[in-house]
């Protein structure tokens, strides 16, 4: 999906009901919550995955689970998994190269990927990729019809807010206010992105082999914000804005992630894996061409641009993982069980004081610029660990059964027990 427009889900749930993996391993979360446009819209206030830090040259194929999987994978698998295979090839270079924009002239885009494989003296691999993306905005506001310098009461008579709009239009004439250029962008946003990954594996004996990933993004997004109107005193410094402004937005996504383990063989039919992973999200925001309406005192010397703060997730993930094939009673049956060890962090930092301060003693003013403030900054950490087990078997190559279970421990919400039981028939191949 487009970079902040629209979170992945799966069967109509929200984002953070399916869990997104990476080369088999959990994908860490993003720091902000997704806001949505609409009360009651999909994934609304919830978090969940970035997925536009991941190359898009470096991806191979998209697997996707849609049976719900909270007994192997966990409580944020309801919905099912989505996993992210990476490209493995060697000896060969690909380079993709998209542009285009709209029929009205707006909207511009370019990416630009590449990928290149290399064999590490035919024991592995190093898969390396890099991708640029570049949008311009699209902006599909219509024309603002009501008052700019005048702001009418509600209660007034029709003959009076006549007057007054009539009033209102003689100071926008005269004052070359341009109202097509003021509505709230209802288009894309202006984005930059560019990011790289290194994928690869390394045998060191004819039966166990080292795994690793690592990936590195950032992309800026400006937006506009909506207008404030110079009728209203109380949210516009009328010395610094006459005709009001339209605040820009800047946030700064910065993404990294590593992923690394070993994984073997044993006997015939025995597998086995140890995987650590780590990722980090970060969000910076600022603004500009903005003001504290309660600096309106300072005049032209009041501040116009603001640091409003910063979120951070990050995610350690470390497991363990067994498999085994057996021949019972004639019928192939396969268990496989685990653990899984988590430690999440989430934190934020202040803004700027000016970004939420508020310096007019009446309160007549508007406070601020959204900044975070210094009584909802948090530091938050907590550990989760699972087991999970497995039993699968398929008789007659017509009739399978799977019974999985899993339980989870949250330091800070108790435990979660999840089982799961499926059957098949295939009545025809």
Known sequence: RELLNEPVTLR??????????????RYHNMAWFYGGGLKGQLGRGSAGNDLNAIPFSAVERVEILRDGAAAQYGSDAIAGVINIRLKTST???????????????????????INRGFSLNQKGFLNFSADFRYQEPALRGGEYQGTV??????????????????????????????????????????????????????????????????????????????????????QVNLALYPDGFQ????????????????????GKDGQWAVTS?????????????????????MGRNAPTS??????????????????????RWQESWNVAAGAEWRIENYHNEAGDSASWHNYDPTGRTQAGVGGIRPEDVINKTRNVGAVYLDLESEWAGRFLLNVAARYEYYNDGGGSLAGKLAVRYRFSD
Do not use: C, E
């Open 91 to 113: 000896g060969n270079t690909s380079i993709r190269l998209h542009t285009g924009q709209y029929y009205k002239g707006d909207g511009g885009k370019v990416s630009f990927g």
């Open 12 to 25: 109509g749930l929200d984002p953070q009901h399916g869990l997104i993996l990476l080369n088999g391993t």
């Open 277 to 297: 992973s780590y990722g980090r999200n970060t969000l910076r925001s600022h603004t500009t061409h903005n003001n504290n309406a309660s600096q309106s005192f």
């Open 247 to 266: 605040a820009k937005s800047h946030s700064i996504t910065t993404d990294f992630s590593t992923i690394g383990g070993i994984k073997g063989k044993t």
């Open 149 to 234: 310098y005048i702001n009418i009461p509600s209660g007034t008579s029709i003959a009076n807010s006549l007057r007054l709009k009539a009033l209102d239009d003689s100071l926008v004439n005269a004052r070359g206010f341009n109202r097509k250029a003021v509505m709230d962008n209802f288009g894309t946003l202006k984005i930059r992105s560019g990011g790289v990954l290194m994928n690869g594996r390394y045998s060191v004996s004819q039966r166990t082999s080292l795994f690793w990933t690592a990936i590195a993004n950032q992309r800026n997004v400006w937006r506009d914000d909506v207008y404030r109107y110079p009728k209203n005193p109380a």
């Open 306 to 327: 603001f640091y409003t703060g910063k979120v951070v997730y990050q995610q350690l993930t470390n497991n363990v993982h067994v498999s085994k094939k057996y021949i």
